[in-house]
């Protein structure tokens, strides 16, 4: 049963617009969250993260915003540039009964964003 | 040397042959992951090892046989596989502490079964 979902598997944005990735989770105890970016032919690497204590944290050009009541979060570009064109892949750590993660993540299914010049 | 590597970045093989995919980091990192991504799939974890030791196995068929001699490198390999078994196998390791989550991914080898 997938605990992180991206429902939307493509978008395409304008140059200059925002673009807005969305990710809703079923799992009330995840109080981590992480985005993660893939270009073709590379693995995914780190974008940006936001813990369960903050609804929204800001880096440059992105911010992630967290709505633990809608169990939703979103990840905000602006501007939006053609070197954004990338999957996109939400993503919260996987704890056992102990509450020890060993670093387990689980990944939404990925968006495609396509950013047109 | 880019920070985490993995080789060969393609492969094609038959069902009864054997192979091993290798990975090897160069960030200092003491965890080290094994993932799968199937076509329209999300990333799923298959192994785990932190310091060398495997803390998580994610049922994975046994037919999928990791090794992780030293914490810079992490082996998988693979026997007897399937053709559903073709994917994108990416590597990824990650800091202790509160830095186990935000994972380096190498490039990842795709994975032909003929």
């Known amino acids: 049963d997938q605990q992180v979902k991206q429902n939307s598997p493509s978008l395409s944005v304008q140059e200059g617009r925002i673009s807005i990735l969305n990710c809703d989770y079923t799992n009330s105890m995840f109080d981590y969250f992480l985005w993660y970016k893939k270009y073709p032919a590379e693995g995914p690497t780190f974008l940006i993260s936001?813990?369960?204590?903050?609804d929204k944290n800001e880096d440059g050009r992105f911010t992630v915003f967290l709505n633990k009541s809608a169990k939703h979060l979103s990840l905000h570009i602006v501007p939006s540039q053609p070197g954004d064109s990338a999957v996109y892949f939400c993503?919260?750590?996987?704890?056992?009964?102990?509450?020890?993660?060993?670093?387990?993540?689980?990944f939404g299914q990925g968006t495609i964003l396509t950013v047109h010049p | 040397e880019t920070g985490v590597t993995q080789t060969p970045r393609h492969l094609v093989m038959g069902m009864t042959n054997k192979k091993s995919l290798k990975c090897e980091q160069h960030?200092?990192?003491?965890?080290m992951y094994w993932y799968k991504q199937s076509a329209k799939k999300p990333l799923e974890l298959m192994f785990v090892?932190?310091?060398?030791?495997?803390?998580e196995n994610n049922s994975v068929p046994s037919r999928f046989s990791p090794e992780c001699p030293n914490s810079s490198h992490l082996f998988l390999h693979l026997h007897t596989l399937q053709p559903e078994d073709s994917a994108l196998y990416l590597c990824?390791?990650?800091?202790?502490?509160?830095?186990?989550?935000?994972?380096?991914f190498g490039p990842g080898t795709r994975l032909t079964v003929l």
């Open positions: 993503a919260a750590p996987l704890t056992n009964a102990g509450g020890t993660s060993y670093g387990k993540l689980t």
């Open positions: 960030l200092g990192h003491n965890a």
């Open positions: 936001i813990s369960s204590i903050k």
């Open positions: 990824a390791s990650s800091p202790p502490g509160l830095g186990l989550h935000t994972q380096y």
């Open positions: 090892y932190n310091f060398k030791e495997q803390t």
